[in-house]
Structures are given as C-alpha cells and as structure tokens.
Nanobody
Framework: QVQLVESGGGLVQAGGSLRLSCAPSGRTFNWYTMGWFRQFPGKEREIVAR????????SYADSAKGRFTISRDHAKNTIDLQMNSLKPEDTAVYYC???????????????WGQGTQVTVSS
C-alpha cells in the first residue's frame, strides 16, 4: 500500500518554528513533484510549497515566502517543510502530496498523506 506519512506537527507559540517531514512508504517518489498543502476549517486545500523531482522547481505561496523552506532528500526518501516565524494564521492541517507534474492545484496530486495538525498560539 502506497502511503505518505507526515510527522512533526504540534502546538507552538507565535514566532516559533516547526519542521514537518513526509516519508513515503510502499514506493519511492523520486520522479514526482512533492507538495505541502494546508487546509483551514471549511476551506479547500491550498498549496504552501512544492519542489520538483530534482530538487528544483521550488515554489512558495505568498504567505510562506521568507518563512518556510521546502527540501527533499532522495537518499532518505523524505520531504521536509521547515516553518519559521509561525503565526496564528498558519494554524491548519498540513498535508504532503505527490504528483507527476508540477503545479499548485490539489487536483494535480495523486497521492496524499493523512495530514498533521499545526497549531500556533498567540
């Protein structure tokens, strides 16, 4: 069974940092674009950041620019999202996703993790 397993979520104070990690199992996604999305209650999932199969093609949502960093390690088969200077408005469920093509639309991604909650207190 192919899975994407996220970890690293939790509760942090505003201004703090968290590092989310995504570990695929059941297969590798070395040739896939990997994305981090987030979902607010009652809203659709929105892109936070994505990274291409070769580590290039990095793109961030405006809300993440300058604060978040996406990276991938083919040897470890992990995709990380370093989140700094967190704000209460970053509170959401964060999802890791894999898709064969680069893009910001959630519909372009075929594989999803179960999500991890990030809560930023003021």
């Amino acid at each position: 069974q192919v899975q994407l397993v996220e970890s690293g979520g939790g509760l942090v104070q505003a201004g703090g940092s968290l590092r989310l990690s995504c570990a695929p199992s059941g297969r590798t996604f070395n040739w896939y674009t990997m994305g981090w999305f987030r979902q607010f209650p009652g809203k659709e999932r929105e892109i936070v950041a994505r990274i291409g199969w070769n580590g290039g093609g990095i793109s961030y949502a405006d809300s993440a620019k300058g604060r978040f960093t996406i990276s991938r390690d083919h040897a470890k088969n992990t995709i990380d999202l370093q989140m700094n200077s967190l704000k209460p408005e970053d509170t959401a469920v964060y999802y890791c996703a894999a898709g064969p093509f680069s893009g910001d639309d959630a519909l372009q991604y075929d594989y999803w993790g179960q999500g991890t909650q990030v809560t930023v207190s003021s």
